[in-house]
């Protein structure tokens, strides 16, 4: 069989994205096709990787928010305070004390005292908390290796290092005011910079014309 690097376009298996590529390509005729199908399959790698946690923390008798509250104190070793859960999940400090009551009503924490200070309250983990939480990530994890695992070790590496590379951009200085302003490299100028950047990516099919900025 001719390896996976060396097939042509017209061998290679196609995707949702191949045909959704190739929808707008007439009607953007500058859209850059890899930058486009890249994006698209990210975005919806990440909805399906969403979809399945959803479903995997709910096999488990988990709501969302109350498996992201235990993920975060177990990803801080079990034990943290309040203040740091909220930094952590960006919440409000009655939205996350309302959490921690509900989860503790259910036995997966534990608030007690601060050994430090005696005016704090630490949050803890309890065993039937952690269990509930490795076995709810344990079916994303199993379906990201599942995923993954059409790839070599040395191509999941390379993987890993290309979107380093594409997020130290995002993650770092925004772009000077006014850079972004006119048409984009993939736009039709007659058409706007809003319709490069709405195609829809990742989602299903739909007609309606491009409204907003909309690529998730």
Known sequence: MTPATHRTAADRPRDWTDGHVERWRPVLPHLDPDVEGAVTRMSKLTRHLGRVREQGVADFGLQKHEFDTLHGLAGRGGRATPSELRG??????????????????????????????????????????????????DVVGREEHRLLGVLSPAERRQLADLLRRVLLVAEGPPPEPGSLAGPQPGADPRLGPAAAAWTDGGAEPRTDPPTADWHG
Request: cysteine-free.
């Open 88 to 137: 952590d999940l960006g919440l409000a400090p009655a939205s996350v004390t309302g959490r921690l009551e509900a989860l503790e009503r259910r036995g997966f924490i534990v608030r007690t005292p601060s050994s430090d200070d005696r005016r704090r309250v630490d949050v803890e983990l309890t065993e039937q908390g952690r269990l509930a939480w490795a076995r709810a990530l």
